[in-house]
């Protein structure tokens, strides 16, 4: 039998390519039988039956641009019914978040990958499976992400989104992303995708994985594409909250210039455009929760007028605040002017209201050698 003309499911008709004569052909397939694990659907559709139709309209591959959300399990169970996708923004970071569904009868959790690939008919995975994204698991960039344990029929969502900055394409390009859940009972890893000897394998194994899904992704610039972009990794991977305030340094950088210091589900997010060559900006004080992994983003937009001088930099630092009783709080930072800044006063009464400290606990700086055209 052709490939691509023995696909559909729960007994509907579909139109497809009939390979190799590439005529269109109306096929009709009953459902073999229904997923019985975490799934990802293909589309609104899909209700995990197999073989499956196959499309790149997965609703579960979810871009976000340049919003972490604070609550992804919630806000991605409340509208599952809905496709929430965004178009990704090129050259900035992006957020992607993976949602899925537990048709199992067991309790089951999961491992997820994602995958990036220039628009293709045909997504084998030697297009596919270098291209990985990357996300903050326990602290570490590992290039999978973690589905929590949900029990029958209740949705699991990456706390924690992927990362992905798609860099720009010719106007006749696009992507697409490939995602695949790893499970107990259906282990998956880039490692062990089969070796095809045909188109006709190669689809089958799509149709008859309900664990991979694709979808097409637009893409689109940002007119205010700022010129730093970072996002750092931050953790607390223990089990008591602990009080935070970020600070962004900026250092010999051009009047006019927009800095933006965002994490929403810390509740950090504050723009603020300089008014000197040298300033120092304050997130308001914040607690972590316990467990926490995220990112802390910095965007730095410049005048377009001006010119990023060669000694520019720009330096964003994370204190914790302690109890002036606490071995570490010899170590307190000494704001000098800033002392008395709303910020360093309020984080230092989340730490301790009669006495406390701010104690840095990491920094990553921007230096800028050239001008940015």
């Not at 694990?37 to 559709?45: H, M």
């Not at 196959?54 to 919003?67: A, E, V």
Request: net charge negative; hydrophobic share 35%; glycine share 4%.
């Amino acid at each position: 039998m052709d490939a691509l003309s023995v696909f559909a499911k729960n007994g509907d008709t579909f139109l497809a390519y009939k390979y190799p004569s590439l005529l269109l052909a109306k096929v009709k397939i009953m459902t073999d039988y229904i997923w019985n694990d975490i799934y990802i659907r293909e589309s609104l559709t899909d209700k995990g039956a197999v073989p499956s139709v196959g499309n790149s309209t997965s609703p579960d591959i979810i871009c976000m641009q340049n919003d972490q959300i604070i609550d992804p399990i919630k806000q991605f169970s409340a509208n599952y019914s809905l496709d929430p996708n965004r178009p990704a923004i090129y050259n900035q970071y992006n957020f992607m978040y993976i949602r899925s569904k537990n048709l199992g009868s067991q309790n089951s959790e999961g491992k997820v990958y994602l995958f990036w690939l220039t628009a293709s008919l045909l997504m084998l995975p030697e297009q596919w499976k270098q291209n990985t994204m990357f996300s903050n698991v326990d602290g570490i960039m590992q290039p999978y992400n973690i589905l929590p344990k949900v029990s029958e029929n209740q949705i699991s969502v990456t706390k924690v989104p992927f990362i992905w900055s798609p860099k720009s394409l010719s106007s006749n390009e696009h992507y697409c992303t490939v995602s695949a859940v790893s499970t107990t009972l259906h282990p998956w890893d880039p490692g062990r995708i089969p070796e095809f000897q045909s188109i006709e394998s190669f689809v089958l194994w799509v149709r008859q994985s309900a664990n991979i899904c694709s979808r097409n992704i637009t893409t689109i610039y940002n007119p205010l594409q700022p010129d730093v972009d970072r996002v750092d990794l931050f953790s607390n991977p223990f089990s008591d909250p602990v009080p935070l305030l970020v600070q962004v340094k900026c250092n010999n950088i051009p009047v006019g210039t927009s800095v933006t210091i965002i994490c929403k589900p810390l509740g950090v997010d504050l723009t603020k455009v300089t008014t000197s060559k040298t300033e120092v900006i304050f997130s308001s004080g914040v607690t972590c929760p316990e467990y926490f992994n995220g990112y802390i983003e910095t965007r730095v937009t410049r005048n377009r007028e001006e010119k990023w001088p060669d000694d520019a930099d720009i330096t964003t630092t994370v204190y914790m605040g302690v109890s002036a009783q606490s071995k570490v709080a010899k170590y307190a930072q000494d704001f000098e002017l800033y002392d008395n800044h709303p910020s360093v006063l309020q984080t230092k009464q989340l730490a301790d209201k009669n006495n406390g400290a701010l104690v840095a606990v990491g920094a990553c700086t921007t230096n800028f050698k050239q001008d940015i055209v």
